[in-house]
């Protein structure tokens, strides 16, 4: 058992020998101690304070935490909160289903079948983070690190997260949220991009076309639990000139069927 001292994690049975400890691994267990603690998400200057750590160690750790996808960083990158990365390491130590087992053979099935990239990831506040990837061919495929995240409201994933909540939820995010733009083809006018997340809602998918980024064409689909929650959502990206209208519609279909099958083993 553990408890609670100055900021970080000791042991509660002070007959315990001592055991070395590697620092930098004891700081950053110390950090997430502290974010896991907090009812807020945190800063730098906010951690250093309470750990006794300096600032440049303390961002050090938060921004490697960051990149591992075990924090999530928030308000521009200016705090940060346990992230879902973590979350799902304590998930399949508790014994519970691993979101990524299960929705492996599907990525694999989509990269095989579309010859793109068919990518897993989870949502959190305002971020989408990449909790798998396959390619399918590696010389015309796109590609991102495992871990890293993307913007809530990017393109086709961002829709395909909306349209699995109520509408209340919708209208109530994107009052308090500004819509980015990412390229000349974004959505940023509010009715606008409802509307395509209650056709999202409606097909089952959404598609993007270079709305996120320049050149490239994404079809996503929400996985849905057991509750109606979405917690998971999949995607398929790839270059335009690789995915012409029929390709992607195509695309879609599949990728709404495999996050049924996802959602179905859950």
Request: aromatic letters at 4%; zero cysteines.
């Amino acid at each position: 058992m553990f408890h609670q001292q100055n900021g970080g994690l000791r042991p509660s049975n002070a007959e315990k020998p001592a055991r070395p400890l590697v620092p930098a691994v004891a700081k950053a267990f110390r950090v997430l101690d502290a974010l896991s603690s907090s009812g807020e998400p945190l800063g730098v200057s906010e951690l250093s304070r309470r750990l006794g750590m300096g600032k440049s160690t303390v961002h050090g750790l938060l921004t490697t935490l960051d990149a591992l996808g075990m924090i999530d960083a928030v308000n521009g990158g200016r705090r940060y909160r346990i992230g879902h990365g973590l979350q799902a390491l304590a998930s399949r130590s508790a014994g519970n289903i691993d979101l990524r087992v299960v929705a492996r053979p599907r990525l694999e099935m989509l990269a095989a079948a579309t010859s793109q990239t068919a990518f897993l990831g989870i949502a959190g506040a305002d971020t989408v983070t990449i909790l798998d990837l396959v390619h399918g061919r590696p010389a015309m495929s796109v590609s991102a690190p495992v871990g890293s995240s993307i913007p809530l409201l990017a393109g086709a994933v961002g829709k395909a997260v909306l349209a699995a909540w109520p509408e209340s939820r919708r209208e109530s995010f994107l009052s308090v949220h500004e819509l980015p733009r990412f390229t000349r083809r974004t959505l940023t006018d509010p009715q606008r991009y409802l509307a395509a997340v209650r056709r999202a809602s409606d097909r089952g998918y959404a598609i993007d076309v270079g709305e996120y980024v320049d050149g490239m064409r994404a079809a996503a689909a929400a996985i849905v639990g057991p509750d109606k929650e979405p917690i998971g959502v999949l995607w398929v990206a790839g270059f335009t000139r690789h995915m012409d209208d029929a390709a992607l519609d195509a695309i879609a279909a599949s990728v709404t069927e495999a996050a049924r099958e996802i959602g179905a083993l859950l």
